[in-house]
């Protein structure tokens, strides 16, 4: 079982940064994969990025390559996005999702559907 709770969304301009953070209260957090997607109002959630359970592996969606960065702090149980030169249409809901791997490479990290577990979710709205 895994319980997430995500913090660090508001409002802020275009061009500006945000950095989220994901809580995970999990026995072994380097067993899951983590990941970030986003929903926007009328619109499917979408996949942001993804990190391995050390921090090697990641995978980012194009629209956000360049802008986001994943990381995670295994000694805390907490991953980070940080998000730079924000866009009006980076405006949505930002989810953390986790998968218990057991350690190994998740296939497929892009797909909603292969997380298990995920957080309540936390607004962020950027402005032009």
């Known amino acids: 079982q895994a319980h997430l709770v995500e913090s660090g969304g508001g409002l802020v301009q275009a061009g500006g940064s945000l950095r989220l953070t994901c809580a995970a209260s999990?026995?072994?957090?380097?067993?899951?994969?983590m990941g970030w997607f986003r929903q926007a109002p009328g619109k499917e959630r979408e996949f942001v990025a993804a990190i391995g359970w050390s921090g090697g592996l990641t995978d980012y969606a194009d629209s956000v390559k360049g802008r986001f960065t994943i990381s995670r702090d295994n000694a805390k149980n907490t991953v980070y996005l940080q998000m730079n030169s924000l866009k009006p249409e980076d405006t949505a809901v930002y989810y953390c999702?986790?998968?218990?791997?057991?350690?190994?490479?998740?296939?497929?990290?892009?797909?909603?559907?292969?997380?298990?577990?995920w957080g309540q979710g936390t607004q962020v709205t950027v402005s032009s």
């Open positions: 999702a986790a998968e218990n791997t057991s350690g190994r490479r998740l296939y497929n990290p892009t797909l909603f559907q292969v997380y298990d577990y």
């Open positions: 999990v026995r072994t957090f380097t067993n899951y994969y």
